[in-house]
């Protein structure tokens, strides 16, 4: 089965951006090692980084029907998004939202998540090593 990986925008920056905040690991490091901890369960990852809440939503469509679950960082549509909380309603698939950083120690604005009422677990400030969490906690969802 394919797990759709999502990230949203600046995420394209990982690695660069802010390195005091988000570390020195690019997207594309993460995606590896992503890829290779699914393989070892029998899933395989579909990754998808946009700057574009359109391009996210339609991902999220696609899914509904190509994917078995949803991994999303939807970065700063995390505080603003209604479209993607809706699109993840209609998919209906087990998703895990992440966050690279305690988005609760930081300002105000990052406290409220449209997203984590739809989503079945929330993981932050475990660095880019949530990614991974990530992946194992969707391994033991779909596969036990
Ligand atoms: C983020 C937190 C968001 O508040 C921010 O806009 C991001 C990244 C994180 O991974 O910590 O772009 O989702």
Do not use: M, W
């Amino acid at each position: 089965r394919t797990i759709l990986f999502l990230n949203g925008p600046n995420l394209n920056l990982l690695g660069v951006r802010e390195p005091d905040k988000y570390g020195s690991t690019t997207l594309r490091e993460v995606e590896e090692t992503v890829a290779k901890t699914l393989s070892a369960h029998g899933l395989t990852a579909r990754f998808v980084q946009s700057n574009h809440e359109g391009v996210l939503v339609d991902a999220i469509h696609a899914a509904r029907t190509e994917c078995g679950a949803i991994v999303i960082n939807p970065a700063a549509f995390t505080h603003t998004s209604v479209a993607l909380r809706d699109a993840i309603a209609a998919a209906a698939l087990p998703t895990i939202e992440l966050h690279i950083t305690n988005v609760h120690k930081r300002e105000e604005f990052r406290h409220h998540s449209y997203i984590s009422a739809v989503a079945d677990a929330v993981i932050v400030g475990a660095g880019t090593h949530g990614y991974i969490l990530a992946a194992l906690h969707v391994a033991h969802l779909l596969l036990g």
